[in-house]
């Protein structure tokens, strides 16, 4: 199999930034809990490659364990996503047109009523901002997409021959979702996987930015951009590192959920060819 | 026709039933007693439980959900604890703000998409569709926040055209109103212009490929005839949809983008009302923006029930 150009343009992109973040636990430039005063907005030189910011804090050791927050949020919300979401949408799928079906599904149409950042205000509101929060925000907002992929891509199998094979064979619903249903639809929930991952990185680099993420003095892209924004007239560059930080990661990982939904299902190459 | 119209109501009520329910018990689970929450660690017991009686925190839960929802459908949303003024008065000075905002965005990303996702999708596979595409690809990965710094940094501290932010208000001219409302509506069309173009090419490659535009070019159709007769019309479901679904992300985008440029909108008012801990405002805004959202659903499935039969028919 030929893999897709943007699955390797992809993958390299944002596997650039998952290393960053891997690298920032073992080694940084400069430490950024140090401030240091003499050195505020340098530009960049050879001690600071991407120069300094307000509190003479490295930028490139900034964005890197700020890729850390980013990522570490985004990957656990679509973790609270699949861990939810998909065993609702198996279920609905198991048992379609049933009351449990149609509650499932009505939740959903609910939650996807409240738009993500609305639900990260309630729950700010409520609790104090903090990067559990926008986890907890940004997980919230996976569960209904999740349950309705999984939910869609369930139907159409529980349709084919082998489950009804299965049937006969005496096996129960809840063993032929795990067993026949899950494996067939992994790649569907791979893809969309990734996409929700790209929305966190933005979701949450929106939360942080708005002061709703994580709280100082956690480096975060976002808060990185709110910081840089009073400054932005003397110190441009600190607005513009962070930025391209959160494109690069979204890009990357973009492309690769497009390569990836190429690569995994050959039915769609095929109607695009 | 009316029979789904029907049952999408009864849908539609229940949801805002529910919604309700939800933002009301998220309220309500405020750690400590709300008014002591909003006055801070060093109220007067006093003025604690002047609080508690203005804001009818006495009645029971029931009683309070239903004062609250009874209050909201006949337009009293309550008293602004901070600003002293009706909420319903503060929501309509900014809703004359966020309103405009989002409807010029709209207009802006659906008139960026058209003709860009026309022209990725008649070019199909050409180099103007690859360029189209990446450009798309890069406005989605884009945060609004951000390129509305960047339209910052270029438009009003280097060149200077607009100002950094802050609204002179409709007093001050429509001409001064929607030049300080541009560049907010700029960075908030363009991820979602990228969205709409693309879902545009595709919807318009996915009709160009019936059986009818074949038909439609045999009987003597130039391509652009059968483009513009046929194949747009019958793209434009899939389209307007996403153009429904856009607005809700606009209504959300703009409490971030509101902050950007020191706009007095919604999301301001949602924001002062966290760091102020004016509940009664939260609560009663969220509400509104959660009934637009599904208002505009509800109005985007009758439209395209009317638009296309064979949905009125189908679960």
Redesign the interface.
């Known amino acids: 199999m030929r893999w897709p150009v943007q699955l390797i343009i992809g993958a390299i992109l944002s596997g650039l930034f998952v290393l960053a973040a891997a690298a920032s636990f073992l080694w940084v430039p400069h430490e950024v809990s140090t401030l240091s005063i003499a050195d505020r907005l340098k530009p960049p030189s050879a001690r600071y490659l991407l120069g300094t910011d307000h509190f003479g804090r490295d930028i490139l050791s900034m964005l890197m364990v700020g890729a850390r927050t980013s990522i570490a949020v985004a990957l656990v919300a679509v973790g609270i996503g699949v861990a939810a979401g998909v065993p609702l949408g198996l279920a609905a799928a198991a048992r379609r047109g049933s009351l449990l079906d149609e509650i499932i599904m ?1 939740g959903n ?2 939650i996807f ?6 639900i990260a ?7 104090g901002p903090s990067a559990l929060n926008a986890i907890l925000a940004i997980g919230i907002f996976n569960i209904p997409v999740f349950a309705r992929v999984t939910r869609g891509g369930a139907l159409s199998i529980w349709t084919l021959d082998y489950i009804l094979a299965a049937r006969v064979a005496g096996k129960n619903a809840l063993r032929i979702s795990a067993e026949h249903i899950l494996p067939n639809i992994l790649n569907l929930l791979i893809v969309q996987g990734t996409i929700q991952f ?1 929305l966190g990185i ?1 979701a949450e ?2 939360l942080s ?2 002061g709703l993420g994580a709280q100082p003095p956690t480096p975060s892209w976002g808060r990185m ?1 709110a910081d ?2 009073t400054m ?2 003397t110190a ?1 560059r600190l ?2 590192l ?2 391209l930080a ?2 690069g990661m ?2 990357g990982l ?2 690769m959920g497009d390569g990836l939904r190429d690569a995994l299902d050959p039915r769609l190459r095929r109607a695009r060819e | 026709m009316l029979r789904f119209a029907a049952t999408r109501l009864v849908s539609l009520g229940l949801s805002l039933i529910a919604a309700s329910l939800v933002i009301f018990a998220v309220i309500e689970v405020v750690p400590g007693d709300p008014a002591a929450f909003m006055l801070g660690l060093n109220a007067e017991p006093e003025a604690v439980a002047a609080l508690r009686d203005e804001l009818g925190l006495n009645g029971s839960r029931a009683a309070r959900y239903l004062s609250w929802v009874g209050g909201m459908v006949t337009g009293d949303f309550g008293q602004s604890y901070t600003y002293r003024v009706p909420v319903s008065q503060l929501v309509l000075q900014r809703l004359w703000v966020s309103l405009p905002l989002a409807l010029y965005a709209l207009g802006l990303s659906t008139l960026i998409a058209f003709p860009i996702g026309l022209i990725a999708a008649s070019r199909r596979g050409r180099p103007a569709d690859y360029g189209i595409m990446a450009a798309t690809q890069l406005g989605v990965a884009v945060p609004n926040f951000w390129f509305a710094m960047l339209l910052v940094l270029v438009f009003a501290v280097n060149l200077r055209w607009f100002s950094a932010g802050g609204f002179p208000g409709w007093e001050a001219g429509a001409f001064a109103a929607l030049k300080a409302l541009t560049l907010p509506a700029v960075s908030l069309a363009l991820p979602q212009a990228s969205i709409l173009a693309r879902v545009m090419r595709s919807a318009l490659i996915e009709t160009l490929g019936q059986d009818y535009i074949r038909t439609a070019r045999a009987k003597g159709l130039s391509r652009r005839q059968a483009i513009t007769r046929h194949a747009l019309r019958n793209a434009l479901i899939p389209v307007l949809t996403i153009i429904g679904l856009q607005f809700s992300f606009l209504l959300a985008g703009a409490i971030i983008i509101e902050n950007v440029f020191f706009l007095p909108g919604l999301g301001r008012l949602i924001f002062q009302g966290i760091t102020q801990r004016d509940l009664v405002v939260v609560e009663s805004v969220v509400m509104l923006l959660v009934f637009a959202v599904i208002l505009v659903t509800f109005l985007v499935d009758l439209a395209y029930a009317a638009a296309d039969p064979r949905l009125r028919h189908r679960r």
């Open positions: 009505r149409d609910l009523a409240f738009p993500s950042l609305v205000i309630l729950i700010t509101a409520v609790f790209s933005l680099a929106g930015y708005v951009l840089a924004q932005i007239y441009p607005a513009i962070p930025g959160i494109v979204v890009l973009n492309l």
